[in-house]
């Protein structure tokens, strides 16, 4: 008996020995092997060092979910986003006068009325995510905010300023001025397993807080939510059965070890009203967001340069010639098919028509919004391998992937004041003496892109990029759209008061 005592005794001894080994020899590896200049998450947001509820939230199913609600709560906050009343002027045009006219400026005169716009109230929740007082909301909660408000579970208020959004993930970043809060630590979406518990914790107006429970019902789910106003919209959402209500929006998904792994987000519901799902924007790709929003600004996209979509049908009915064309590739009934390799895009050279991606860097695609989920957590200049399936074999190609731009530069999304001129609108003596309908006045013009193109103080612009400029809101609009196209250049034309009318093109790109 003591010789097997002994014997179990040894054999276990050299298991924890072999077991210590392993993993300092797979630390030592995957710290030689990480990418060297990678910005992290981590890296620039400081998080507490969070207890964790349950030690596995999956293998410890059915599990006591009241360690992992009471970490939540606190780190969940209500934000309150208000837009000003604001005078705004209009010209009622009569619609028969000269329809050339407008393109210089000088059509349209008709009546100038003014109007207030009501004062107008949002309501949401928000993300602490680090201990100096980022918090991470959704975009749809802060969008055109003049005042953002910020109230802790501990009831503190702070005023919040923007840091940056993202319409495209529908994600923003703001910053309150506070020391040592309270945070949630990053939970790893990728990780979730369908039938997982998870809560949706919120803290909408005149509740203090909310918990909910349910389950992960599905994921990489896309609802074409954000593919509106000509945003193209990434999609890839945790979709769950925790009860996800209004004002709930930006709130915590959090698993059973209470870790963050989702930003709650959409409503799917016929009446506005929790109707058995919610959807939430997963760990994977707000991370990524979120750093580049604080690092640069706005997000560094990257783009695989095709056009396709899923190979499986996910529930819609698929035309039989569409099921034949598949056969004939040698589909395995999941992927992402190429319809067209786009010009100077990443994938050009590399990709063709008809090919279907299987795996982006080890990861399955099972759909398009599983792709894009990928790709959302990449910058341009980043290389990818995908395995692809051609003529009915796989292959294994990488790519570098590049931006909107098509290039692998940094894209900083720099305010009004890179131009570096200063402006009004035109005066009504001015726009009478030079017959004009609308017009911005430059100012004054320092250091900046407009000096660099060449454009001096009184000069009056009408239209940049063919759109017509009335105040400098719609300056600041065009610029932006700008900013993310391939040329990032602002064409300027006007009119300087001695009536010579002028062009310019002004570089908005930066180094």
């Known amino acids: 008996m003591k010789k097997v005592t002994k014997l179990l005794l040894g054999i276990g001894a050299v298991a924890c020995i072999s077991a210590a080994v392993g993993g300092l020899t797979a630390s030592a590896f995957m710290k030689r092997n990480a990418p060297k200049n990678e910005v992290k998450f981590s890296d620039i947001f400081q998080q507490d060092n969070a207890r964790l509820a349950a030690f596995n939230g999956v293998n410890a199913q059915p599990v006591d979910l009241t360690e992992a609600a009471e970490i939540s709560i606190n780190a969940v906050v209500h934000i309150k986003s208000t837009q000003e009343s604001k005078t705004q002027r209009v010209r009622v045009t009569n619609p028969f006068e000269d329809f050339f006219g407008d393109i210089f400026g000088n059509g349209g005169q008709g009546m100038e009325r003014e109007y207030k716009t009501p004062k107008r109230e949002g309501i949401g929740s928000g993300v602490i995510i680090s201990k100096d007082g980022y918090i991470v909301t959704n975009n749809h909660v802060v969008e055109n905010a003049d005042i953002i408000s910020v109230r802790l579970n501990d009831d503190r208020e702070f005023k919040a300023r923007l840091i940056g959004t993202d319409p495209s993930t529908d994600l923003a970043l703001i910053k309150v001025e506070a020391d040592d809060l309270p945070t949630l630590k990053i939970g790893d979406s990728d990780a979730l397993k369908v039938g997982e518990w998870v809560l949706a914790v919120g803290n909408p107006f005149n509740l203090t807080s909310t918990v909910t429970a349910g389950i992960v019902s599905a994921k990489a789910r896309t609802l074409g939510v954000y593919s509106a106003n000509n945003v193209s919209g990434v999609e890839s959402f945790i979709q769950t059965d925790a009860a996800i209500n209004q004002g709930n929006s930006g709130g915590a998904l959090v698993n059973a070890r209470g870790e963050l792994v989702g930003i709650n987000a959409v409503l799917s519901s016929p009446t506005g009203a929790y109707a058995g799902y919610g959807f939430a924007i997963p760990t994977s790709i707000m991370t990524k967001v979120v750093t580049d929003l604080k690092q640069y600004g706005s997000v560094q996209r990257a783009l695989l340069g095709i056009r396709g979509g899923s190979v499986s049908d996910e529930g819609q009915t698929m035309t039989e010639e569409a099921k034949k064309k598949f056969e004939d590739l040698g589909s395995k009934g999941y992927g992402v098919f190429v319809a067209e390799v786009t010009d100077g895009g990443s994938a050009q050279g590399v990709l063709k028509e008809d090919d279907i991606i299987l795996e982006m860097d080890g990861k399955k695609i ?146």
Do not use: C, W
């Not at 099972?366 to 990818?384: S, W, Y």
């Not at 292959?395 to 999304?413: F, H």
């Not at 402006?423 to 017959?435: G, M, T």
């Not at 009119?495 to 908005?508: C, E, H, Q, T």
């Open 366 to 511: 099972t759909n398009f919004a599983k792709m894009q989920e990928i790709l959302a957590m990449h910058r341009p200049g980043d290389k990818v391998t995908l395995k692809i399936l051609r003529d009915k074999k796989e292959q294994t190609v990488s790519i570098t992937l590049k931006n909107a731009q098509g290039n692998t530069k940094v894209v900083k999304s720099g305010g009004m004041e890179i131009l570096g001129a200063a402006f009004r609108e035109v005066p009504d003596n001015l726009k009478k003496q030079l017959n004009l309908g609308y017009g911005l006045e430059v100012t004054g013009v320092s250091e900046g892109k407009m000096k660099d193109a060449g454009i001096r103080k009184g000069f009056i612009i009408l239209k940049a990029n063919l759109q017509s400029v009335k105040t400098v809101e719609d300056l600041e609009s065009i610029m932006k759209e700008a900013q993310q196209t391939q040329e990032q250049t602002l064409f300027i034309s006007g009119i300087f008061p001695s009536g010579k009318r002028m062009n310019y093109a002004v570089d908005l790109s930066q180094e």
